[in-house]
Nanobody
Framework: QAQLVESGGGLVQAGGSLRLSCAAS????????MGWFRQATGKEREFVAA????????DYADSVGGRFAISRDNAKKTVYLHMNSLKPEDTAVYYC???????????????????WGQGTQVTVSS
């Protein structure tokens, strides 16, 4: 399993932008499929975005498509979530997730992942 550490969360006004980072340990990061999930207070954790190990494919929740972008730098063992046009409903704790991936595939279910970060809080004020 990978060790994951998220950073970059904070307080931002509606319409603003943030970039979340997730630094991973492990020698085989380049074979990990990565994902971002979020959990708002009182709600279940939900899928946000996913990326294949080669960054050849990405997938997004309908609620963030066109506003968020996931990317990765395998040399730095880091995955990013670029968040633009933020809305108050984007307020949540954001989690990074990883799993080894034998083929190019984006995983969108929480149960597909076996490594999780501790989460970073994103708060969007209206």
């Amino acid at each position: 399993q990978a060790q994951l550490v998220e950073s970059g969360g904070g307080l931002v006004q509606a319409g603003g932008s943030l970039r979340l980072s997730c630094a991973a340990s492990g020698r085989i990061f380049r074979t990990y499929a990565m994902g971002w999930f979020r959990q708002a207070t009182g709600k279940e954790r939900e899928f946000v975005a996913a990326i294949t190990w080669s960054a050849g494919n990405t997938d997004y929740a309908d609620s963030v498509g066109g506003r968020f972008a996931i990317s990765r730098d395998n040399a730095k063992k880091t995955v990013y979530l670029h968040m633009n046009s933020l809305k108050p409903e984007d307020t949540a704790v954001y989690y990074c997730a990883a799993r080894t991936a034998p083929r190019e595939y984006t995983y969108v279910r929480e149960g597909d992942y076996d490594s999780w970060g501790q989460g970073t809080q994103v708060t969007v004020s209206s």
